[in-house]
């Protein structure tokens, strides 16, 4: 078995396929956004590997269906405690991997996952099937569990986003292949390692790695694959959702976001400013970024103070580094994507108010655009790094429109004193998600995805098992049986 020395964890290289480690004949390499040292080679799988492993998962599915919730509950259960046993471990990869600041992987990002685990194990457990009488029969709805699902994720929060994505499948009694992205494979190869165990039963959980074209295409237009779950890019979530369509497997994606970040002048100015200095987080590599600050004409200047002083306080540096508060961008290919974007915006004339520099390393100034036009690039399309645009507005209406005026839809975020506005304005755009007064803040019983092109498909709570699930209604006739 291949395994890599990562921040002093033994990482398995191989694919996890049907129990075991399986290794390819090609690699790729995975590099550390730290110090863009190699961290390790990975197996790349192509077809042979993603078909072993969908065969797997078909194989193991009838049995792990069987289980039934309370059946599977106590796998998820244990994964859960051995993610939280293992927390160190995890962040340490993680960190080194994709960057993330190890103090918040630490604190809540790996422990999120153990979360995501139990909150399933026992909303499939707590399901109860509807049930009524009409038309002289019994009617009853059934949750049939669907088959192998296929797990696609992004590179920016790789272990988080995996274990949100299949815990429901596993709860609702799907078999699983993740294929996680190529910049950040790493923690996903752990995950595989505590499934095993856990006890999970071989071919229940697989992992295949490789690269998004081969591995990733080739898992998502596999026919024994009954359901596609995607979280990514808008453009890759088009093409997976075509392959999934050929097969009639359903499909649900979590795409890109270029949420609005509304300030009204009624607002907690300090909180709101603090707040939108935050979106720097991460260096911007966040999905619900409100990445459109939308302020009030009236306190744009004293907004900006109070922005300006709350973003001189971000620390960028080592993840590593307790005070760091920027850690570095996961590839240079990124650094260079997210140049691109700035580079444009100056050279169509837009007022670079903040930053706008590459800086040595991985890393990207936070930067604070005034576009010209609301039909700029800057505006309307995802950058995905630490680039946010400062735009006024006079009123609610314009406000409303100006956050609505993007073809993404995943989230919004709202400042204002005033409760009729915040139900207002907070139910007039057009988000998945959005926040008034706060940001992040999950329930995860809540519906979670994007409108527009930023998603189809609800994850979260019962709407995720409902993905998960082929739903069947029984009905037998009044008085027929006894
Ligand atoms: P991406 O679309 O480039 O890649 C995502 C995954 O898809 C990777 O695993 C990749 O290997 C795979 N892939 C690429 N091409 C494929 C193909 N043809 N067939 C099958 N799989 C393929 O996205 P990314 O750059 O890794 O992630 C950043 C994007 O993800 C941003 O747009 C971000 O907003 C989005 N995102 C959304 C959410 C959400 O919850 N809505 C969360 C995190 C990230």
Redesign the pocket.
């Known amino acids: 078995m291949s395994v890599a020395r990562v921040a002093g964890v033994d990482v398995p290289t191989g694919h996890w396929i049907g129990g075991e480690r399986v290794e390819s004949e090609r690699t790729f390499a995975t590099i550390s956004p730290i110090d863009e040292a190699e961290l390790a080679q990975v197996a790349r799988a192509g077809e042979a590997e993603v078909d072993a492993a969908v065969r797997a998962a078909h194989e193991a599915f009838p049995a792990w269906a069987a289980l039934g919730p309370a059946g599977r509950a106590p796998y998820l259960h244990r994964l859960a405690d051995l993610i939280e046993a293992n927390i160190e471990r995890l962040a340490a990869v993680e960190c080194a991997d994709m960057a993330m600041l190890l103090r918040s992987l630490r604190a809540r990002v790996i422990a999120r996952g153990a979360r995501n685990y139990r909150a399933y194990a026992d909303l499939a457990v707590a399901y109860e099937e509807r049930d009524w009488r009409s038309n002289g029969t019994w009617n009853r709805v059934q949750r049939m569990p669907s088959g192998p699902a296929a797990v696609?994720?992004?590179?920016?929060?790789p272990f988080m986003?995996s274990t949100w994505k299949t815990a429901p499948a596993l709860a609702a009694g799907c078999t699983v292949v993740l294929?996680?992205?190529?910049w950040s494979p790493l923690s996903c190869s752990l995950l595989a390692e505590l499934t095993a165990e856990a006890g999970f039963p071989p071919g229940v959980f697989n992992v295949v790695q490789g690269?998004?074209?081969e591995a990733?295409?080739a898992?998502?237009s596999h026919p024994l694959v009954r359901r596609v779950s995607?979280?990514?890019?808008?453009?890759?979530g088009r093409?997976?959702g075509r392959?999934a369509a050929a097969n009639l497997a359903p499909f649900t994606a979590?795409?890109?976001?270029k949420s609005p970040f509304v300030v009204f002048a009624d607002a907690d100015l300090d909180a709101a400013a603090r707040k939108a200095a935050g979106q720097y987080d991460d260096s911007g590599q966040v999905?619900l970024a409100g990445t459109r600050l939308l302020v009030e004409a009236s306190v744009r200047d004293a907004f900006l103070e109070r922005f300006d002083a709350a973003a001189a306080e971000h620390v960028l540096g080592d993840p590593r580094d307790d005070a760091t508060t920027i850690s570095p961008m996961i590839h240079p290919d990124h650094v260079a994507r997210v140049e691109g974007f700035v580079e444009r915006a100056r050279a169509e004339g837009h007022e670079i108010l903040r930053g706008g520099r590459r800086l040595d390393g991985l890393f990207f100034e936070p930067t604070l655009i005034a576009p010209r036009a609301n039909d700029a690039e800057i505006v309307q399309r995802?950058v995905?790094g630490p680039v946010l645009t400062l735009q006024t507005f006079e009123t609610e209406e314009e406000a409303i429109a100006l956050a609505n005026s993007t073809e993404y839809g995943?989230a919004g975020i709202v400042y204002t004193g005033s409760m009729g506005r915040a139900e207002r304005v907070g139910r007039a755009i057009r988000g998945g998600t959005v926040w008034v007064n706060t940001f992040l803040v999950r329930d995860l019983t809540a519906p979670f995805g994007?409108m527009g092109i930023?998603?189809i498909g609800r994850e979260g709570g019962d709407y995720a098992l409902d993905f998960y699930s082929d739903l069947k209604t029984l009905q037998i006739l009044e008085g027929s049986v006894a």
């Open positions: 696609v994720t992004p590179w920016n929060a986003l294929k996680p992205a190529e690269i998004g074209e990733g295409a898992l998502v995607f979280t990514g890019s808008p453009e890759t093409l997976i392959a979590e795409l890109g976001g999905c995802e995905f995943l994007g930023s998603g």
